[in-house]
């Protein structure tokens, strides 16, 4: 394959912008935000599973309150009932007299009881309350710091997808000045080779695989028409000559 000298140095202007156009990608895809927004939602969301449990147990928490305390009323107004026939004189039998003094008396431990349940049911809850406002208020700031890390992605990747547009648009417009069969090869290498497909002969050397020619590669190359494609001979790469290749 034949092509002028001048395209052939086009050609590497065109693969630096292909590789600039992959570091973009590149950048791209492994910002630092990307892992940062990753954690910081795996952390919103366990803090989340927490709160709802520490929600739950308040919840829970208050209904057995509110269970513990109306049996304790209830105690407390039969005893009170109690107490009032035991002082109204009402009551005369010995026997009837010591039973009701026995159940005053039973009333009095049973409530005690309940309200010491009443006491560790409030302990309880206060506890789940506290740890509920603490989960709370650690979640907003996980929020925040993730708002603040999704804001700082879409900065950046607004500027690489300003610099890519403007990278392609450059790269679109002096690839059409190139001879087709050229653009086709170098399009064919280049995905075969990891994104370059076109290498400066520098110093002797290739610049895609970074390899010496041996001198018979070198004679073969220095032979070579000026409008003559090379290849290297490692690499397979469209070798392109200039005046620093060392021939």
Do not use: W
């Not at 929020?143 to 890390?149: I, V």
């Not at 690489?160 to 050229?182: M, N, S, Y």
């Not at 020619?213 to 028409?225: F, G, H, S």
């Not at 690499?235 to 620093?244: K, Q, S």
Request: aromatic content about 2%; proline content about 2%.
């Amino acid at each position: 394959m034949n092509a002028a000298p001048a395209d052939q140095i086009r050609l590497l202007d065109v693969q630096a912008l292909d590789s600039r156009l992959a570091q973009l990608d590149h950048k791209r895809r492994n910002l630092p935000e990307h892992a940062e927004i990753e954690r910081l939602s795996a952390d919103l969301a366990q803090l989340r599973d927490l709160l709802v449990a520490a929600r739950t147990e308040e919840s829970d928490t208050a209904r057995e309150q509110t269970k513990a305390e109306q049996d304790v009323d209830q105690v407390r107004q039969r005893a009170a009932r109690d107490q009032q026939r035991l002082d109204s004189g009402v009551v005369t039998s010995p026997k009837d007299l010591e039973n009701l003094q026995r159940e005053i008396a039973s009333l009095a431990k049973r409530q005690s009881d309940l309200e010491d349940v009443v006491l560790d049911v409030m302990e309880r809850r206060e506890a789940a309350q506290e740890r509920a406002a603490e989960l709370a208020g650690r979640a907003e700031a996980v929020q925040a710091e993730a708002a603040e890390a999704e804001q700082r992605r879409a900065a950046a990747l607004q500027e690489i997808d300003a610099e890519g547009f403007t990278v392609a648009k450059e790269r679109e417009d002096l690839a059409a000045g190139l001879p087709g069969p050229l653009l086709s090869l170098y399009e064919r290498l280049r995905a075969q080779q990891g994104g370059v497909g076109a290498a400066r002969l520098y110093q002797k050397r290739c610049e895609g695989c970074r390899l010496e020619l041996n001198i018979t590669e070198l004679n073969e190359v220095r032979a070579a028409p000026a409008d003559a494609v090379v290849r290297c001979e490692n690499c397979g790469r469209i070798l392109v000559r200039t005046a620093e290749s060392g021939l």
